[in-house]
């Protein structure tokens, strides 16, 4: 297959003059992409004039790719799940499960409408102070998924004239989010307090400044240097917002997140109830005057459907498990370092240090190594542009307390084959 350069340092994209664009979503070092995707990604990372050329585009890059639109799949037993970000493996949990069988049916399953315009039941007042009081801030605001969450803070807290600063790897719900309040949006090299500082003392404003980062982040599986990052905003009189979506619960000395284990408290944390408490949700947590005033301003809340209260119950019986039972903890923490340092043993690179493992594989072979490892009966995430930069792509990976030692080094032995059978 023919390959073409893409050197992103002047966002140029070119074979002998032939190719030419200017695209943002580069990375910042060259590497190479097949040519016969080049004309496909252009056309539908920046969509042209007329929607169906975007999807004729699109559909053309998926079949190259063997992309699945359309993926279902029913786990049986056998399959060893390590896509899954039920952390602690909380799923199937008895305690749970009655909270849940409970709630539907004194409460019935959907909310019935926004808050704003019905209030909310007990369970997601109690929900509210449960999760305030784990996470160590004073008020908590509850919104339907940890996308809205991101979303309906950033658009709501920053207006014109403000500056939001997101780490280059930030979400694309705290992209969004920045977008739609109208703030100057800045980016900084990811995790790196040093360039953050030179970009807080260059971008001044006469409003607000915001750094979002994030605790645990979920498609490189690193850790934020928190404590760095608090010094810098600090200093500069920055408000500070950490997304511990994938790091709350699990360290840190009161198991609140990568804030606690960092030794800070942010302005702004926030949370989601569908990764370490197996349920579905997000929330903002804050200072209580600040927390009020997200909670009756927010459109995101206050304009969409409140959360379910069975999915409130759910989370309500995820915090007493995971109080109960610390030694969750301590199964997932062993088993991330035994499967690292089995992929490690038998030569596969990894990305991160954390429960998140990133396994770098060519872009045109993603699709296939994660189908013939479901084959096998190893279900792993893959990771492909516009989840991840062009020439980027991952098998993206989640190690949880659930899983066994035997089951992690079978995981390993057949990532391992399917990696040297597409080399």
């Not at 749970?96 to 069988?101: C, K």
Request: with cysteine.
């Amino acid at each position: 297959m023919a390959y073409v350069q893409v050197n992103a340092a002047s966002c140029e994209v070119s074979r002998s003059g032939v190719f030419g664009c200017r695209w943002r979503s580069l990375p910042r070092r060259g590497y190479r992409v097949p040519v016969s995707d080049i004309e496909n990604i252009q056309q539908f990372a920046h969509r042209p004039k007329r929607i169906n050329d975007a999807v004729d585009a699109f559909s053309s890059y998926s079949r190259d790719l063997n992309f699945p639109l359309q993926r279902v799949v029913d786990l049986d037993a056998k399959v060893i799940n390590l896509a899954s970000y039920d952390y602690l493996g909380l799923h199937g949990n008895p305690g749970i499960a009655e909270a849940v069988r409970e709630a539907v049916g004194r409460l019935g399953t959907g909310s019935g409408g926004s808050s704003r315009a019905i209030g909310h039941h007990a369970v997601h007042q109690t929900l509210s102070e449960r999760l305030a009081s784990a996470v160590g801030h004073e008020h908590v605001t509850l919104f339907s998924s940890g996308y809205a969450a991101n979303v309906g803070i950033l658009s709501q807290l920053m207006r014109p004239g403000d500056v939001v600063f997101l780490d280059r790897l930030a979400h694309a719900s705290a992209i969004d989010g920045a977008k739609l309040s109208g703030a100057r949006v800045a980016t900084f090299p990811h995790n790196d307090p040093v360039a953050l500082d030179r970009r807080l003392t260059r971008l001044t404003c006469d409003g607000e400044r915001l750094v979002y980062v994030e605790g645990f982040y979920s498609m490189d599986g690193d850790r934020a240097p928190l404590a760095e990052i608090a010094a810098v905003c600090q200093k500069h009189g920055a408000l500070l917002l950490v997304d511990e979506a994938h790091s709350e619960f699990l360290v840190g000395p009161r198991h609140r997140g990568s804030c606690d284990d960092a030794g800070i408290v942010p302005d702004i944390y926030m949370g989601t109830l569908s990764k370490t408490l197996n349920a579905q949700g997000g929330f903002i947590a804050a200072g209580r005057e600040l927390g009020e005033w997200i909670e009756t301003t927010t459109r995101a809340r206050i304009f969409s459907g409140n959360l379910s209260p069975l999915m409130a119950s759910a989370a309500l019986a995820a915090l007493d498990v995971v109080a109960a039972e610390p030694s969750r903890r301590d199964r997932l923490w062993a088993n991330t370092r035994a499967f690292r340092d089995a992929l490690a043993e038998r030569g596969v690179p990894a990305y991160g240090d954390t429960q998140i493992v990133a396994i770098p594989v060519p872009d045109e072979h993603c699709y296939d190594i994660s189908a013939q490892l479901l084959r096998d009966d190893i279900w792993v995430g893959p990771a492909v542009y516009p989840v991840v930069p062009v020439g980027k792509a991952r098998l993206r990976l989640s190690i949880t307390a659930a899983l066994d030692p035997g089951q992690l080094l079978q995981a390993a032995d057949r990532i391992a084959h399917a990696m040297e059978s597409r080399r």
